[in-house]
Nanobody
Framework: VQLVESGGGLVQPGGSLRLSCAAS????????MSWVRQAPGKGLEWVAD????????YYRVSVKGRFTISRDNGQNTLYLQMNNLKPEDTALYYC???????????????????RGQGTQVTVTS
């Protein structure tokens, strides 16, 4: 399994970025996928989920209405469109594959059996 994120960068408050995650080594269209993030000195934080068929998505409250998770199963790619970015969105963003039968917290690292190397998003004026 390989997950490779891209698209991060430095942006001013109110700006936008689109993150991508290229997935390989597994049957991408059979799995729910997630974006998670980790700010400096803080724990892992769940951001969003999208189900395998891309007809259901879920967001943490602080990003709802600003971020959109999507996927292209034909291209084995996961996306995160981030609009109206805020300084508190600054973090290393990871694409992750959650375990199907995990019943704990979404922000627990134990929920994910694979994560990419991350892409840095920095929001500052």
């Amino acid at each position: 399994v390989q997950l490779v994120e891209s698209g991060g960068g430095l942006v001013q408050p109110g700006g936008s970025l689109r993150l991508s995650c290229a997935a390989s080594g597994f049957t991408f269209n059979r799995y729910t996928m997630s974006w998670v993030r980790q700010a400096p000195g803080k724990g892992l934080e769940w951001v969003a989920d999208i189900n395998s068929g891309a007809d259901s998505s879920y967001y943490r409250v602080s990003v709802k209405g600003r971020f959109t998770i999507s996927r292209d199963n034909g291209q084995n790619t996961l996306y995160l469109q981030m609009n109206n970015l805020k300084p508190e969105d600054t973090a290393l963003y990871y694409c992750a594959r959650p375990l199907t039968d995990y019943s704990g917290g979404y922000s627990s690292g134990e929920r994910y059996d694979y994560r990419g190397q991350g892409t840095q998003v920095t929001v500052t004026s």
